[in-house]
């Protein structure tokens, strides 16, 4: 009866760097979702402006593509019941700034653009993007 879902996940450049994979896995376990599948990667731009082509029109993308390619990040796909909003209320607003309290953004994000993690906004794209890098 309960909707498992599932959503895709991913530790950014700025939080892999910083070495923050373990503290933010662990938030997301202790928070029951279930990694079902995760993978260390480094996407080339072209990756990263196919991942991120929504946003093709807006001033930030460039910079945004850039930035996701700069560096290792950790792709992972989360299990839980509502996955997908439970996962966005976990991560925060986009801008730390903005960020609740306790949430991953608020903790660990650097800036707007360095926000250290990102979600998937609904089933839909969860699918796409979970198909993105898992592709098997
Ligand atoms: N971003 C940025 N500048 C902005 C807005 C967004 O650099 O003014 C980056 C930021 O890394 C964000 C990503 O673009 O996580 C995707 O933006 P979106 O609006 O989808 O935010 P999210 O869904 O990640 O909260
Ligand atoms: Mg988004």
Excluded: W
């Amino acid at each position: 009866m309960s909707n498992l879902e599932q959503t895709l996940s991913i530790i950014k450049p700025d939080a892999v760097e910083r070495d923050l994979q373990d503290k933010i896995k662990e938030e997301f376990t202790k928070n029951g979702f279930n990694i079902f599948k995760e993978k260390k990667i480094h996407i080339t731009k072209t990756e990263a402006e196919e991942f991120y082509k929504v946003h093709q029109t807006k001033i930030f993308y460039n910079n945004l593509c850039e930035y996701l390619s700069s560096g290792p990040i950790i792709v992972m796909i989360l299990e839980k019941v509502e996955a997908v909003a439970e996962n966005r209320k976990l991560m925060g607003a986009t801008d730390p700034k903005k960020a609740e309290e306790g949430t991953l953004r608020k903790k660990y994000g650097l800036s707007i653009d360095k926000n250290s993690v990102h979600g998937s906004d609904s089933q839909e794209n969860a699918k796409k993007e979970i198909l993105f890098f898992f592709k098997d």
